[in-house]
């Protein structure tokens, strides 16, 4: 198992993800804890040692099972990772509840790491208003020795993780970021990681395989890389992507079975980071993946000047295209939300004015006609 330093620890550069344990039944609170205590088992006799869970996961099932399984083991010997549930805005001042709780369903007396979860556009304002005392509340707990290490996970984009690492930064010892070599440039994972470096963040990851997308890849894309690495399996692949960039400690794999495991403690046996040649291969089919359902919008911003409902048609457009790859998802439809009524892509009147000085030809009326529907069908 390859180790990463983090402070004075040395922290399995593979963590185990549990929101997505093996079950039973189609109830995503049915786990499978005889299955999933196997793959446990299996992970820390191969040197995982960190193991990262949440409030929501399962339902509110993960915290407890997790924290089951892992307590036939000396509490010295693994790093257990948790998270406030701030993605729900009523948890807002609910903080001191929600954590005493979450020590009792893990079995734990501390948390060795502990996360502000999911800063978005949503919640962004909510993490901010020192009304709620979640932030002041948290720093006393680590003072204490409760929590060990605080950090923060973000899926929002770079106007709302600048305006949270201004006011808090200085305090986080760690950030959690969807990285993955499809959305290095699809979704700026690259600049938040520069983000993240200018604030001496070390970098924690999930979504390394973007929720399965890149465990299987075309014919032709297989190809291409098994012609550089003939023994590296696709799912690797993503890995060493990860493993290429210096600033990250911590990859975390939702592995759902024995046999993802058994693959990945394989990986993460040794560091194989990229050459210029791979690396550059795999962000071509990265390119390519995105490149086929994705409007080519450069953010020349033209189409802003002329609409008359004053439309962030950029920002909308790179809504669309993520939602339209990922099939639907959350972001699309949590981004969206916060706006007002007014600035969603349903406000759009059709009239084609941002569609006459559009250098990329994009139809955009008819890009705001889709996004609605697709929006609403998410919401029924």
């Not at 990262?52 to 000396?74: Q, R």
Request: aromatic share 12%; with cysteine; charged share 30%.
């Amino acid at each position: 198992m390859v180790y990463k330093k983090f402070q004075d620890l040395q922290l399995s550069a593979l963590g185990f993800g549990t929101m997505r344990l093996p079950l039973l039944s189609d109830d995503d609170k049915d786990i499978d804890e005889k299955a999933a205590a196997e793959m446990i088992d299996y992970a820390i006799k191969n040197g995982v040692n960190y193991f990262d869970t949440a409030w929501g996961y399962h339902d509110g099932e993960s915290e407890k099972v997790i924290g089951k399984l892992l307590h036939k083991y000396p509490r010295e010997s693994y790093y257990l990772a948790t998270k406030f549930p701030g993605y729900d805005l009523s948890n807002m001042d609910k903080v001191e509840k929600i954590f005493e709780k979450q020590l009792k369903k893990c079995c734990v007396e501390y948390f060795d790491f502990y996360l502000i979860h999911n800063v978005c556009e949503m919640n962004i304002d909510a993490y901010l208003d020192e009304k709620y005392g979640i932030f002041n509340y948290l720093m006393k707990q680590k003072e204490n020795g409760r929590i060990r290490h605080l950090g923060f996970s973000a899926h929002g984009d770079m106007n709302v993780l600048k305006r949270f690492l201004e006011k808090y930064g200085k305090h986080m010892e760690f950030g959690q970021l969807q990285i993955n070599y499809l959305d290095w440039e699809f979704q700026n994972a690259r600049e938040k990681v520069e983000l993240f470096k200018s604030y001496g963040i070390p970098v924690w990851v999930m979504e390394p395989l973007r929720g399965g997308k890149l465990a299987k890849l075309s014919e032709e894309d297989s190809a291409a890389l098994k012609a550089l690495r003939p023994e590296e399996g696709i799912p690797a692949w993503a890995f060493r992507f990860l493993q290429s960039i210096p600033s990250v400690t911590m990859i975390l794999s939702g592995m759902s079975n024995f046999e993802q495991v058994k693959d990945n403690i394989k990986t993460f046996s040794e560091e194989k980071p990229l050459t210029e040649e791979e690396m550059r291969t795999l962000l071509l089919i990265a390119d390519g993946m995105t490149g086929k359902t994705r409007l080519p919008c450069t953010a020349c911003r033209y189409c802003t000047t002329y609409c008359p409902k004053g439309l962030n048609i950029p920002e909308l457009v790179r809504l669309y295209n993520e939602h339209r790859f990922s099939g639907g998802g959350f972001i699309a439809p949590m981004v969206v939300g916060t706006l007002a009524e007014e600035k969603k892509p349903s406000a759009c009147i059709g009239c084609k004015s941002c569609e006459k000085v559009c250098p990329q030809g994009i139809k955009i009326s008819e890009m705001m006609s889709d996004f609605s529907l697709r929006l609403k069908k998410k919401k029924k």
